[in-house]
C-alpha cells in the first residue's frame, strides 16, 4: 500500500493523500488507456534484482505514483473523467475541502467580530457630547 499525497491546487484545501495499493493505480492507468490516449507512463512494479534496499525501493515508487497522479491531474480533461475522480474519492474530498474552508471563513469572521466587541463597548462607554 502507497499513501500518495495529491494537490489540485496551491491552496491547502485541496491537498490531501491517498492510500491505495499498486494494483489500483494498475487498474485506474488500464481504464484510462481505453478511453484516452497520450496517457503518462504508469511507473513500473520492478520485478528485476536490484541493489537497493525495499524501503529505498517502495519511496521511489511512491514518489513516481505521486508523479504520475499529479501529471494526470494538470491535464484538463484526464483531471475531470469520472474514472480518475473515483479512484481519489473526489467527491467526498471536495466536500470535505468545502467544509473546512467555510469552517476557515466563519472563524476569520467571529475573530474579526470579537476584536471588534471592544472598540464598541468603549465608544458606546464615552459620553457624548449631545447629552451635555
Not at 503518462?40 to 519511496?59: I, N, R, V, W, Y
Not at 474552508?101 to 471588534?116: F, G, S
Amino acid at each position: 500500500t502507497y499513501v500518495v499525497k495529491v494537490s489540485s491546487s496551491a491552496d491547502g484545501y485541496n491537498s490531501y493523500s491517498v492510500r491505495r495499493r499498486f494494483r489500483q493505480f494498475d487498474q485506474l492507468h488500464s481504464q484510462l488507456k481505453s478511453n484516452f490516449r497520450g496517457l503518462p507512463d504508469l511507473p513500473g512494479k520492478s520485478l528485476m534484482p536490484s541493489t537497493k534496499d525495499e524501503a529505498t525501493k517502495a519511496e521511489d515508487r511512491r514518489e513516481g505514483l505521486t508523479s504520475y497522479l499529479r501529471m494526470l491531474l494538470a491535464d484538463p480533461v484526464l483531471s475531470k473523467c469520472d474514472e480518475l475522480a473515483l479512484f481519489l474519492e473526489l467527491s467526498s474530498a471536495l466536500e470535505l475541502f468545502s467544509k473546512l474552508h467555510q469552517k476557515d471563513v466563519n472563524h476569520h469572521l467571529l475573530t474579526n467580530a470579537k476584536d471588534e466587541v471592544p472598540a464598541c463597548t468603549a465608544s458606546l462607554a464615552s459620553p457624548s457630547l449631545g447629552s451635555r
